[in-house]
Nanobody, 119 residues
């Protein structure tokens, strides 16, 4: 059974870079052609799709985040990472990783991790 788990710092200072990792247990990136996404949720913005990475490494992002955001995978391909640069308090949210590149294709989610930008 495939499961996703987000990990990373719970507190980031303004203007620093936020790095989060999604660990895929029971599966990996590539074999079944899934894309993998990052989503966040805050009281102010609700659920917000941030960006995604295809099984072969192509990435695409919400236009408002494109300049600050990257997604990459490691070796072995059982993890993928979000990096968001120059964070502000507006980036305070619960961050989720998911299998599937768009809302209609997301069939598996992590439990989420709260990130607070403060300091």
């Amino acid at each position: 059974q495939v499961q996703l788990q987000e990990s990373g710092p719970g507190l980031v200072k303004p203007l620093q870079t936020l790095s989060l990792t999604c660990t895929i247990s029971g599966g990996s990136i590539g074999p079944d052609d899934h894309s993998w996404a990052w989503i966040r949720q805050s009281p102010e913005k609700g659920l917000e799709w941030m960006g995604a990475m295809t099984y072969d490494g192509d990435t695409y992002f919400l236009p408002s985040l494109k300049r600050r955001m990257s997604i990459s995978s490691g070796t072995p391909k059982s993890q993928f990472t979000l990096q968001l640069t120059s964070v502000t308090s507006d980036d305070t949210a619960t961050y989720y990783c998911a299998r599937g590149g768009s809302w209609s294709l997301m069939d598996l989610w992590g439990k989420g991790t709260l990130v607070t930008v403060s300091g």
